[in-house]
């Protein structure tokens, strides 16, 4: 074990595009367990877009990120100190424990991740919260309907690759909006997406509507910006959009220019009574217990398909969530801070 | 009997506020009814807002009105000749007949009024589709719970002064936004609203602040613009907002500067969680039942009240319906088109 435990934190708020001076890696000695505790070493580290919103002080569900504190994440940890008989040595549990390597927990808001069912780190993506974030924004709000049409962004991720396979199993049509050829290739050639859209391609909106030619009837929305433009005109009535995630603006500094679209989009909302709701996975918490024996149970079926994008070394952390926001990353995110 | 049917036709599409150019009054014979068809004498005519949207070529809906076409509305008629063994002359029925005089109808689509169980004019108002409007707007969609706070706009219309007054049987909290304190004194003398907040006080987005001490929960939206500027910043997590009217902009004639507040919208529906949803009355027309057992039953307990601004005359109504768009009516507005 070494003697210090290395962090990365938030040296500075970022102004826009997270750079890496807004963060330190610094080495602070490994916390030692109080009774009932245990000691987590990270094994995994899961990198989402909410982090960004986190780094701003500006009011969200959550509270920011103090500066100096070690920046919010998910983590697989294995227990290497237990004084708490619930866990043993070697245990593996998750946690938010931040940007770190060690952390003390009394368990309490994680849960134990079983190697034998699934690949530890599925614990941050599809059978932890980006897979509990499509089921149940999909489910609740989306409710797809056999033969409906249902687009997502950001598809090859974590998130929007559930969503896009949810809704094939509930018999609706699925379409993914990625960034570039191969990821469109891997939604349809891979995943069984029906069609598959590159929004960096000139004429996007008018290959979204070819791919849409029923019209959308539920748009999973993690991204907003150009790409929520070219669906709103392809949305049916009675369309519903589930809204987590809104990454196109997540480091915009300023309020945009003109023409001022909103009266547009309540005008869109009465005259197709568009149902727009948010959510954050955790207001669906209750749902958890049928999230993971649906999801467990597609996974062994053979049902859902998954891809990670992993990073190796905590310090590559910084480098890794700046890119993930210019949606330079394949796949969901994770970062191997220990073997 | 006249022998004309005298009829207001839209003889322009409004451009921006309409004009008493844009209408035409004419004379054309009346109709006969063929068989199983009666024919009807408009006794009341019903001026709504959502009538200058039909003047507009713009898609939404419901078909917009023809140059040359009577103004769509609903209205009360009396049987005046019958070739269908259901209707009596005598009878009272609802119709979308237009702002004409006379009207042939086989019948379906309206339904019989009881002059003995409520004034006919209400078919048009609290016990019609404004009653329905508010009261599955806001009991399907808005879902106020007690002791929530529900806000709403044009409060002293048809649509506003039912839902403030079902919220509070509902055990919320009804806050009323009106124009000018002659309506607000009425909105919380006589309505029973807990608050009344005037939209044209240079203070109003302070007044309306304290007028909601713990927040909004449900905004019952029938106006946009400045009064949702300043709902906004109050609406607390999982407010729900549905949108049937959005008055202040059916005037408007290009899409407003910026900046540009579409984003900044939908990260509060992020944030906050919102539920956003569009509707028409006709999507729930499956409650009409419940919606009359209900409605019917309050107003005879005394639960509800209701007030009517009646405009003597056919010709009077292109001008009552300009005004109507600039809040210069007090209540229902209803046109008595015969005695």
Same mark, same amino acid.
């Given at each position: 074990m ?6 990365? %934190?938030?040296?500075? &708020?970022?102004h ?7 963060f330190?890696?610094e ?14 070493r ?7 877009? +909410?982090?960004?919103? &986190? ?24 227990v %290497? ?14 946690? *938010?424990?931040?940007w770190? $390597? +060690?952390?003390?927990? @009394?368990?309490?808001?994680g849960?134990?991740? @079983?190697?034998?069912?699934a ?12 897979g ?17 049409? %249902? ?35 891997y ?9 598959a ?5 000139? =004429? ?7 791919a ?7 748009? *999973? ?16 009535d ?6 987590c ?9 300023? %309020?945009?220019p ?14 197709? &009574?568009?149902?727009?709701q948010g *959510?954050? !996975? #955790? =207001? ?9 024996r649906? !999801?467990? =149970? #597609? ?7 998954y &891809?990670?994008?992993?990073? $190796? ?20 995110? !994770? ?5």
């Amino acid at each position: 074990m070494a003697a210090m435990n290395r962090r990365i %934190v938030l040296a500075a &708020r970022p102004h826009g595009e997270p750079t890496p001076q807004d963060f330190r890696l610094e080495e602070v000695p490994i916390p030692t367990p109080g009774p009932g505790e245990v000691l987590l070493r990270t094994k995994w580290l899961s990198l989402d877009p +909410y982090m960004r919103g &986190r780094m701003s002080a500006a009011k969200s569900y959550a509270a920011p990120v103090e500066i100096g504190d070690p920046i919010t994440a998910e983590t697989v940890g294995e227990v %290497v100190a237990s004084n708490n008989p619930d866990y043993r040595v070697g245990d593996l549990l998750t946690a *938010f424990a931040g940007w770190q $390597e +060690y952390f003390v927990t @009394d368990g309490k808001g994680g849960r134990r991740v @079983d190697p034998s069912e699934a690949p530890p780190s599925t614990a941050l993506g599809i059978l932890g919260m980006p897979g509990m974030t499509a089921y149940t924004g999909l489910l609740n709000i989306g409710q797809p309907k056999p033969g409906e049409t %249902v687009a997502v962004a950001a598809a090859t991720g974590p998130v929007g690759s559930m969503v896009g396979q949810i809704a094939r199993l509930k018999g609706a049509r699925a379409v993914g909006i990625a960034g570039g050829p191969d990821k469109c290739r891997y939604l349809t050639e891979e995943l069984g997406f029906d069609a598959a859209v590159d929004h960096r391609a000139p =004429d996007f909106p008018e290959a979204l509507a070819q791919a849409c030619p029923k019209g959308i009837d539920v748009y *999973f929305e993690n991204v907003g910006g150009a790409v929520f433009d070219a669906v709103l005109p392809l949305l049916n009535d009675f369309a519903r959009l589930p809204v987590c995630g809104l990454v196109s603006s997540y480091n915009a500094t300023e %309020v945009p220019p003109g023409p001022d679209q909103r009266p547009a989009l309540l005008r869109m909302v009465l005259t197709k &009574r568009l149902h727009i709701q948010g *959510f954050i !996975v #955790w =207001d669906f918490r209750a749902q958890a217990g049928d999230f993971h024996r649906d !999801v467990s =149970d #597609w996974l062994k079926e053979g049902r859902l398909r998954y &891809r990670e994008d992993v990073v $190796e070394g905590l310090e590559k952390a910084p480098e890794a969530f700046i890119g993930m926001l210019k949606g330079r990353n394949f796949g969901k995110l !994770v970062v191997r801070v220990s073997p």
